[in-house]
Each structure stands twice: as structure tokens, then as C-alpha cells.
């Protein structure tokens, strides 16, 4: 009875990681595959200036994405920070796991890796096929 108690607690402690890894890579999904960073700077004042130059660049035909303007024309290590998947994810994934249980940092870091990378491949083909 007691070894069957422990083994549903246990159950029960992988089966939220798993949810908390969901919860990261949907974090990293946002993150990284949408305007959501443009959309609430723009509610930051001293942050205008960012949002400004960005569009700026836009304008005179560069084609890149906004973290990726942040990399190369902000170059700092928080930016360095926010703009690479498996830098973010460790923090993310550390907070997620402190809210948890410590014990699955690598279990959360790893799954919601992995969830994330699908979700790109998933949007990609999605893209792929929208184009044809």
C-alpha cells in the first residue's frame, strides 16, 4: 500500500514537469516565433527608442527579426541572454522548476527543448505547405 501511495506521488510529480515543460516551450514559442517582445515594448517609454530604430532598419531593407536586430545592434549580455533558446530556456526552466520540484531542472530544461524544436519544425512544414 505504501509503495503504491509513493509510486502515484512520484506519477504525479513527472506528470506536472511534463505540464511545466509544455508551459516552457509555450513561453519559448512566444517568445521567439512572434511579435509579442515589439508589441509590449511599445508600452515601455524608455524602450521606444529600441522600437523606433528597429522599424527604422525595417524601412531601409533589412529583413530581420527583432531579436535578432536586438543581437546585433544592442550587444550585451542580457540581450545575449534573451536571444538564445537554450540560455532563456535555462532560466526559464529554472524558475519553472524552483515552482516545482528542484529534482526535475533537467527533466523541464530537456522536454521543453525538445517541445519547442517540434513546434518550429511543425510551423515550418505548416509555412511550406501554405506556400504551394
Same mark, same amino acid.
Given at each position: 500500500?505504501?509503495?503504491?501511495?509513493?509510486?502515484?506521488?512520484?506519477?504525479?510529480?513527472m506528470i506536472e514537469a511534463l505540464l511545466?515543460?509544455?508551459?516552457?516551450?509555450?513561453?519559448?514559442?512566444?517568445?521567439?516565433?512572434?511579435?509579442?517582445?515589439?508589441?509590449?515594448?511599445?508600452?515601455?517609454?524608455?524602450?521606444?527608442?529600441?522600437?523606433?530604430?528597429?522599424?527604422?532598419?525595417?524601412? &531601409?531593407? @533589412?529583413?530581420?527579426? !527583432?531579436?535578432?536586430?536586438?543581437? %546585433?545592434?544592442?550587444?550585451? /549580455?542580457? $540581450?545575449?541572454? +534573451?536571444?538564445?533558446?537554450?540560455?532563456?530556456?535555462?532560466?526559464?526552466?529554472?524558475?519553472?522548476?524552483? &515552482?516545482? @520540484?528542484?529534482?526535475? !531542472?533537467?527533466?523541464?530544461?530537456? %522536454?521543453?527543448?525538445?517541445? /519547442?524544436? $517540434?513546434?518550429? +519544425?511543425?510551423?515550418?512544414?505548416?509555412?511550406?505547405?501554405?506556400?504551394?
Amino acid at each position: 500500500m505504501v509503495n503504491e501511495l509513493t509510486a502515484l506521488k512520484i506519477q504525479n510529480k513527472m506528470i506536472e514537469a511534463l505540464l511545466l515543460s509544455f508551459f516552457g516551450a509555450m513561453f519559448l514559442v512566444i517568445w521567439f516565433k512572434t511579435n509579442v517582445l515589439i508589441e509590449y515594448f511599445k508600452f515601455v517609454p524608455f524602450l521606444n527608442k529600441i522600437i523606433k530604430d528597429y522599424n527604422k532598419s525595417i524601412s &531601409l531593407g @533589412n529583413n530581420q527579426n !527583432f531579436l535578432s536586430f536586438l543581437a %546585433i545592434n544592442y550587444n550585451s /549580455f542580457f $540581450i545575449r541572454l +534573451i536571444t538564445c533558446p537554450y540560455c532563456l530556456n535555462f532560466w526559464v526552466s529554472m524558475i519553472l522548476s524552483f &515552482l516545482h @520540484n528542484f529534482v526535475f !531542472f533537467g527533466f523541464i530544461y530537456i %522536454i521543453s527543448l525538445i517541445l /519547442f524544436r $517540434i513546434c518550429i +519544425i511543425i510551423m515550418e512544414y505548416d509555412r511550406s505547405t501554405d506556400s504551394r
